[in-house]
């Protein structure tokens, strides 16, 4: 094929392009006629394809997202350093100190290729962070798999956990928490979403800018190669079809040894100040990091992209420019600082070229060979993409869903029953002890973790010297979504929030990942921007920012959509994290619920497991409710010997997980209803135990901050003794750690 | 001089920072050292750290033996320095041949990462000195290619010269033939132990504080010397 350049699309503008077959709609295509006055080159229609793509642009999503930035207090949010729309967001943690978090979804690759997708995704949520000049100092991957007896689970789940552990151990970044969730919706459709923790000085953000003209453009890291040509448009941007032609060319490949070099590389060019502006290459590769940097810098840019380094030399300049080669960064460097930037490159051998030079010229130019192939105004290709406000439909089956109360569903009605609903829920996929997959991960590497799984947050330390340090949890419970998008949204938020408060962690920050089905299904449209609606009224209310995130559409196989999967992130800070609070109990304490348990069981675990039900209206949310409960956990850093939220399973199953990671039992003092008090999701409830002497503290405690008090018992034994039934620790165990490795071990 | 001692980076090095930190922890003075430096400064002992040196590619440790420093950190081993190496250290030391065997991939084929329980055979080397001889420790292990191998004659050599620094108690996590988590060369002074005592110098982010002996020992093995 001959090159086309700019003058030859000039010369023939009626040329046909196959815009279609690159996910572009014949009336995004007739706009980018209209803004370049002209046909686009071939080159200029790759760029244009992948930036332009629903991952990349938001286009479907845009319109709702908006409310993150809109909806917030008069005085603004405090701290926010910087806000979303950048790589990710910067949140204040005090001391000068500051961290960055954000979570994004690697699904489609995950399920085309289990091992490589699920290692990538780390490996771009990492730089991301990297390239706002933090240190990664931790990862946490919420996934979701098909029935966990699915023959095809069995095909990816072990690939995901490989690939998590084979690039993110081999990186050197402990894995601190996520969650494993298993429901026949994302069978043919995974979530593996990968969320990453930076760590860095007020005064060390950097922005993804092309500042300075005269400014060099440098490529870095890994060569460019054929891998993940389209990744965006083609894979994450469009509805799987059976029988449809393979798509694994277009998953990326790692290779995390020279990430690893990546990041140490990176760091040094930034403390060595050598640094204008810095960009992270992922979906969309050159195409997107040249137009951003531009688009926010100078607005001028030239790059020769022949100088770019290959690891096939028989690529194309279209394919070099939409190739999504893992391990790749673009830096904005001054002639002057050139040499010595160069310098630490050699050092840790990473390979490095200028490829561009920012310019006045308002246009992003490319030439390859003395051929101009790309003459467009940045911003077109980077921001100005197609916007849509997508039709929005309230599901038809919805009255019908929430019509459909637990209420009729067969319930325990012995205490023998309740025993055994107990050791059957605890040995459930979703409520299993997935440490045969934590144990896959390092969380130790860094030296700095505090809490991991199975804790309610991950934690880890900031600073050695004062002992700040950062709490972070994910939660959605994608069957209170698909009940109702809005408050399941604010449901996710809640636990994500309550998981962060228990360990005595201050909640300061939101980053959400929204995995949904196909934006072009009015129903599932209504669904995305129904929970879009809830997340953003219920950061408002609980006065905590979104800082960034991503926007996964496309979930879905046929006609059938994943459930509503709004995964929340909250980050939380705590001063001192040798006072935090464990889920492990010690001999002799007094436990008590927080919180009102109330008989609401739609969308809960037991109607899931001896069920299969999902139908009704999820628990009641109660914002001011978490927020004072918080406040509670808060107060009792120091005192307070264990805490640990209600939420998956009921007050039961969370008393059972705190009997399994410390070995004492309980003894319990049942009240009202129990199969109620044993198993209801009523949500802004936690467990707490004290020592004796300090019940007095929590009374007085809970009654001024409003939180109702309820006394359950006393840590002693070697069994949870609900006064009748007794359940063994031993029993307990066997029954909550056989079921993972059985399935999948 | 008697309380420096290096951490060799290598590229891809992980715990490096973790073992200085174990060093600070016991009381000496961690000295960076960089992969690619042909002198090896003025240090007393030499700690090679755990990670995936060049991404482990051709074999665990095969390339990182060839780095530039570590001649001379071979020739003064073989003089008697105190090396340890951890994890990808010790396999880094089986390459350089300073301790016989190799680590081959668990034998369950899953990189595993756990609280470990070691029972510490020998006390007569360089880094278990402060131990007391069957004390059994708590560290975390992470790896995936742990399974310590050798033929029956130079198992029966290093068990009969007390050379096995410490066993697996329980179930044998990676396949390790006779148990083996860590062993010595004749002279004591270099050791390789899979698991990782970095990870356990202080309760609140290790499973123990079992792992700071192995940092204190040295440092009294080096005074001693004197």
Same mark, same amino acid.
């Given at each position: 094929?001959?090159?086309?350049?700019?003058?030859?699309?000039?010369?023939?503008?009626?040329?046909?392009?196959?815009?279609?077959?690159?996910?572009?709609?014949?009336?995004?295509?007739?706009?980018?006629?209209?803004?370049?006055?002209?046909?686009?080159?071939?080159? =200029?229609?790759?760029?244009?394809?992948?930036?332009?793509?629903?991952?990349?642009?938001?286009?479907?999503?845009?319109?709702?997202?908006?409310?993150?930035?809109?909806?917030?207090?008069?005085?603004?949010?405090?701290?926010?350093?910087?806000?979303?729309?950048?790589?990710?967001?910067?949140?204040?943690?005090?001391?000068?100190?500051?961290?960055?978090?954000?979570?994004?979804?690697?699904?489609?690759?995950?399920?085309?290729?289990?091992?490589?997708?699920?290692?990538?995704?780390?490996?771009?949520?990492?730089?991301?962070?990297?390239?706002?000049?933090?240190?990664?100092?931790?990862?946490?991957?919420?996934?979701?798999?098909?029935?966990?007896?699915?023959?095809?689970?069995?095909?990816?789940?072990?690939?995901?956990?490989?690939?998590?552990?084979?690039?993110?151990?081999?990186?050197?970044?402990?894995?601190?928490?996520?969650?494993?969730?298993?429901?026949?919706?994302?069978?043919?459709?995974?979530?593996?979403?990968?969320?990453?923790?930076?760590?860095?000085?007020?005064?060390?953000?950097?922005?993804?800018?092309?500042?300075?003209?005269?400014?060099?453009?440098?490529?870095?890291?890994?060569?460019?190669?054929?891998?993940?040509?389209?990744?965006?448009?083609?894979?994450?941007?469009?509805?799987?079809?059976?029988?449809?032609?393979?798509?694994?060319? @277009?998953?990326?490949?790692?290779?995390?040894?020279?990430?690893?070099?990546?990041?140490?590389?990176?760091?040094?060019?930034?403390?060595?100040?050598?640094?204008?502006?810095?960009?992270?290459?992922?979906?969309?590769?050159?195409?997107?990091?040249?137009? =951003?940097?531009?688009?926010?810098?100078?607005?001028?840019?030239?790059?020769?992209?022949?100088?770019?380094?290959?690891?096939?030399?028989?690529?194309?300049?279209?394919?070099?420019?939409? @190739?999504?080669?893992?391990?790749?960064?673009?830096?904005?460097?001054?002639?002057?600082?050139?040499?010595?930037?160069?310098?630490?490159?050699?050092?840790?051998?990473?390979?490095?070229?200028?490829?561009?030079?920012?310019?006045?010229?308002?246009?992003?130019?490319?030439?390859?060979?003395?051929?101009?192939?790309?003459?467009?105004?940045?911003?077109?290709?980077?921001?100005?993409?197609?916007?849509?406000?997508?039709?929005?439909?309230?599901?038809?089956?919805?009255?019908?869903?929430?019509?459909?109360?637990?209420?009729?569903?067969?319930?325990?009605?012995?205490?023998?029953?309740?025993?055994?609903?107990?050791?059957?829920?605890?040995?459930?996929?979703?409520?299993? @002890?997935?440490?045969?997959?934590?144990?896959?991960?390092?969380?130790?590497?860094?030296?700095?973790?505090?809490?991991?799984?199975?804790?309610? @947050?991950?934690?880890?330390?900031?600073?050695?010297?004062?002992?700040?340090?950062?709490?972070?949890?994910?939660?959605?419970?994608?069957?209170?979504?698909?009940?109702?998008?809005?408050?399941?949204?604010?449901?996710?938020?809640?636990?994500?929030?309550?998981?962060?408060?228990?360990?005595?962690?201050?909640?300061?920050?939101?980053?959400?990942?929204?995995?949904?089905?196909?934006?072009?299904?009015?129903?599932?449209?209504?669904?995305?921007?129904?929970?879009?609606?809830?997340?953003?009224?219920?950061?408002?209310?609980?006065?905590?920012?979104?800082?960034?995130?991503?926007?996964?559409?496309?979930?879905?196989?046929?006609?059938?959509?994943?459930?509503?999967?709004?995964?929340?992130?909250?980050?939380?800070?705590? =001063?001192?994290?040798?006072?935090?609070?464990?889920?492990?109990?010690?001999?002799?304490?007094?436990?008590?619920?927080?919180?009102?348990?109330?008989?609401?069981?739609?969308?809960?675990?037991?109607?899931?497991?001896?069920?299969?039900?999902?139908?009704?209206?999820?628990?009641?949310?109660?914002?001011?409710?978490?927020?004072?409960?918080?406040?509670?956990?808060?107060?009792?850093?120091?005192?307070?010997?264990?805490?640990?939220?209600?939420?998956?399973?009921?007050?039961?199953?969370?008393?059972?997980?705190?009997?399994?990671?410390?070995?004492?039992?309980?003894?319990? =003092?049942?009240?009202?209803?129990?199969?109620?008090?044993?198993?209801?999701?009523?949500?802004?409830?936690?467990?707490?135990?004290?020592?004796?002497?300090?019940?007095?503290?929590?009374?007085?405690?809970?009654?001024?901050?409003?939180?109702?008090?309820?006394?359950?018992?006393?840590?002693?034994?070697?069994?949870?003794?609900?006064?009748?039934?007794?359940?063994?620790?031993?029993?307990?165990?066997?029954?909550?750690?056989?079921?993972?490795?059985?399935?999948?071990? | 001089?008697?309380?420096?001692?290096?951490?060799?980076?290598?590229?891809?090095?992980?715990?490096?920072?973790?073992?200085?930190?174990?060093?600070?922890?016991?009381?000496?003075?961690?000295?960076?050292?960089?992969?690619?430096?042909?002198?090896?400064?003025?240090?007393?002992?030499?700690?090679?750290?755990?990670?995936?040196?060049?991404?482990?590619?051709?074999?665990?440790?095969?390339?990182?033996?060839?780095?530039?420093?570590?001649?001379?950190?071979?020739?003064?081993?073989?003089?008697?320095?105190?090396?340890?190496?951890?994890?990808?250290?010790?396999?880094?030391?089986?390459?350089?041949?300073?301790?016989?065997?190799?680590?081959?991939?668990?034998?369950?084929?899953?990189?595993?990462?756990?609280?470990?329980?070691?029972?510490?055979?020998?006390?007569?080397?360089?880094?278990?000195?402060?131990?007391?001889?069957?004390?059994?420790?708590?560290?975390?292990?992470?790896?995936?290619?742990?399974?310590?191998?050798?033929?029956?004659?130079?198992?029966?050599?290093?068990?009969?010269?007390?050379?096995?620094?410490?066993?697996?108690?329980?179930?044998?996590?990676?396949?390790?033939?006779?148990?083996?988590?860590?062993?010595?060369?004749?002279?004591?002074?270099?050791?390789?132990?899979?698991?990782?005592?970095?990870?356990?110098?202080?309760?609140?982010?290790?499973?123990?504080?079992?792992?700071?002996?192995?940092?204190?020992?040295?440092?009294?093995?080096?005074?001693?010397?004197?």
């Amino acid at each position: 094929m001959s090159l086309d350049t700019v003058s030859s699309a000039t010369a023939h503008p009626e040329s046909a392009q196959p815009f279609a077959e690159l996910g572009l709609k014949p009336d995004e295509f007739q706009s980018i006629r209209e803004i370049l006055g002209r046909r686009p080159t071939s080159s =200029e229609l790759a760029m244009y394809s992948v930036m332009w793509s629903e991952h990349c642009s938001y286009k479907s999503s845009k319109v709702h997202l908006r409310q993150f930035g809109e909806k917030k207090p008069a005085e603004g949010w405090p701290q926010l350093l910087v806000g979303i729309g950048e790589n990710a967001g910067v949140v204040d943690i005090g001391d000068g100190w500051a961290v960055t978090f954000k979570v994004e979804s690697h699904n489609h690759p995950s399920y085309v290729e289990p091992y490589q997708g699920a290692a990538t995704g780390i490996g771009g949520i990492v730089r991301d962070i990297l390239s706002m000049g933090a240190r990664p100092i931790a990862v946490m991957d919420p996934l979701r798999f098909g029935p966990a007896d699915a023959p095809d689970t069995r095909r990816v789940l072990p690939g995901v956990i490989s690939g998590i552990g084979g690039y993110g151990n081999c990186l050197g970044l402990p894995n601190i928490g996520g969650e494993v969730v298993f429901d026949a919706s994302y069978l043919g459709n995974p979530l593996v979403n990968a969320l990453c923790i930076g760590a860095l000085r007020h005064d060390e953000i950097h922005l993804a800018s092309a500042k300075g003209i005269g400014n060099l453009v440098v490529l870095y890291g890994a060569r460019t190669g054929g891998d993940g040509i389209g990744g965006v448009s083609v894979l994450a941007s469009e509805t799987f079809s059976e029988g449809g032609p393979t798509k694994r060319p @277009s998953v990326q490949v790692g290779d995390p040894f020279m990430e690893k070099l990546l990041i140490e590389c990176t760091l040094e060019v930034l403390h060595a100040g050598l640094v204008e502006g810095i960009q992270d290459l992922g979906g969309a590769g050159i195409s997107c990091a040249t137009s =951003e940097l531009a688009s926010n810098g100078e607005g001028g840019m030239h790059v020769w992209l022949d100088r770019v380094l290959l690891r096939d030399p028989t690529l194309s300049p279209e394919e070099i420019l939409m @190739s999504e080669s893992q391990e790749r960064m673009c830096a904005i460097v001054t002639p002057a600082d050139l040499d010595a930037f160069m310098a630490i490159c050699q050092k840790w051998e990473v390979e490095a070229v200028v490829i561009g030079e920012v310019n006045a010229s308002g246009r992003l130019t490319v030439e390859w060979h003395g051929e101009q192939i790309v003459d467009v105004p940045p911003r077109s290709v980077a921001h100005d993409g197609p916007v849509y406000s997508r039709p929005m439909q309230r599901p038809a089956y919805l009255d019908a869903l929430q019509a459909d109360a637990p209420d009729r569903l067969a319930r325990p009605a012995t205490v023998e029953e309740v025993r055994s609903t107990l050791l059957t829920l605890i040995a459930s996929p979703n409520l299993a @002890s997935k440490s045969w997959i934590t144990n896959q991960y390092d969380r130790y590497v860094l030296g700095n973790t505090v809490l991991a799984q199975p804790e309610d @947050s991950g934690m880890v330390r900031v600073d050695e010297v004062t002992g700040r340090g950062v709490a972070v949890s994910t939660d959605c419970n994608g069957r209170f979504a698909k009940l109702d998008p809005y408050n399941g949204a604010k449901l996710a938020l809640a636990e994500a929030y309550r998981n962060v408060g228990v360990t005595g962690a201050v909640p300061l920050a939101v980053t959400n990942c929204l995995n949904f089905g196909s934006p072009e299904d009015p129903e599932v449209m209504w669904q995305f921007a129904e929970a879009a609606r809830g997340l953003a009224d219920g950061c408002l209310e609980l006065n905590i920012p979104v800082t960034g995130g991503n926007v996964s559409f496309y979930n879905q196989t046929g006609t059938t959509a994943i459930l509503p999967t709004p995964v929340v992130g909250v980050l939380g800070v705590i =001063e001192d994290v040798t006072k935090r609070t464990s889920i492990a109990w010690s001999e002799g304490d007094v436990i008590f619920q927080l919180g009102e348990t109330r008989d609401e069981f739609a969308g809960s675990e037991w109607a899931h497991v001896m069920h299969g039900h999902l139908g009704g209206l999820p628990p009641k949310v109660d914002l001011a409710a978490e927020i004072a409960l918080a406040g509670v956990c808060a107060d009792g850093l120091g005192w307070f010997h264990a805490a640990h939220d209600i939420s998956d399973g009921g007050l039961l199953i969370a008393l059972a997980e705190m009997a399994l990671l410390s070995g004492v039992g309980a003894q319990l =003092e049942p009240t009202g209803d129990l199969f109620v008090w044993s198993f209801a999701e009523s949500t802004a409830r936690a467990v707490v135990s004290v020592a004796v002497e300090d019940v007095q503290r929590l009374t007085a405690l809970c009654s001024s901050q409003g939180v109702a008090l309820q006394r359950l018992g006393v840590v002693a034994g070697d069994r949870l003794d609900l006064g009748g039934p007794i359940v063994t620790i031993a029993e307990l165990r066997e029954a909550h750690e056989a079921t993972i490795p059985a399935l999948f071990g | 001089m008697t309380s420096r001692i290096g951490v060799v980076t290598f590229p891809g090095s992980l715990d490096d920072r973790d073992a200085a930190r174990a060093i600070r922890a016991a009381g000496g003075d961690p000295i960076a050292l960089w992969h690619g430096d042909a002198d090896l400064p003025d240090v007393a002992a030499v700690i090679l750290p755990g990670g995936f040196s060049y991404g482990d590619y051709l074999r665990c440790g095969a390339i990182a033996r060839f780095a530039p420093i570590m001649e001379q950190i071979i020739a003064r081993a073989n003089d008697g320095m105190p090396v340890l190496g951890i994890c990808n250290g010790f396999q880094i030391l089986c390459e350089s041949h300073l301790l016989p065997g190799a680590l081959t991939r668990n034998d369950h084929l899953h990189f595993i990462c756990r609280d470990q329980r070691l029972r510490i055979e020998s006390t007569n080397t360089s880094w278990t000195s402060d131990f007391t001889a069957g004390q059994e420790i708590v560290i975390p292990l992470k790896n995936g290619e742990g399974g310590y191998i050798a033929d029956d004659a130079t198992l029966d050599i290093l068990e009969s010269e007390g050379r096995v620094v410490a066993t697996y108690v329980g179930p044998n996590p990676n396949g390790s033939r006779r148990a083996i988590a860590g062993i010595t060369n004749a002279r004591g002074n270099v050791v390789g132990i899979m698991p990782h005592p970095e990870h356990a110098i202080e309760a609140l982010t290790g499973p123990t504080t079992d792992g700071l002996p192995f940092f204190t020992s040295v440092l009294t093995s080096l005074l001693a010397s004197r």
